[in-house]
């Protein structure tokens, strides 16, 4: 009911930025709670970068804190992460994701953030 299509992965020297985003193509009756992004590096478990519900209330991982910045339009249902002055441990695959109102997750493919030394 839920379907998320990611972009903007790419591969940068450490000190740049990327912008990523993510729409969510919903079901009919069906509303989202919160949205985020998540990261998984080879051989790591998936760890949470940052969330935001529709309230626009952010959570965020200690090694981004600073560098990284949510946004949602409640409206588009997309969720955006503006990440700067990034470095080699924040190459991983990018997973949005988005829980509905029944609490209900969803992920997406992912798109690969590869930052060089």
């Known amino acids: 009911q839920v379907r998320l299509v990611e972009s903007g992965g790419a591969s940068v020297p450490a000190g740049g930025s990327l912008r990523l985003s993510c729409r969510a193509s919903l079901g009919r009756a069906v509303w989202l709670d919160a949205m985020g992004w998540f990261r998984q590096a080879p051989g790591n478990q998936r760890e949470l970068v940052a969330t935001?519900?529709?309230?626009?209330?952010?959570v965020y991982s200690d090694s981004v804190k600073g560098r990284f910045t949510i946004s949602m339009d409640n409206i588009e249902n997309t969720v955006d992460l503006r990440m700067n002055n990034l470095e080699p441990g924040d190459t991983a695959i990018y997973l949005c994701?988005?829980?509905?109102?029944?609490?209900?997750?969803?992920w997406g493919q992912g798109t690969q953030v590869t930052v060089s030394s």
């Open positions: 994701y988005a829980s509905t109102s029944l609490s209900v997750p969803y």
């Open positions: 935001i519900n529709h309230s626009g209330f952010t």
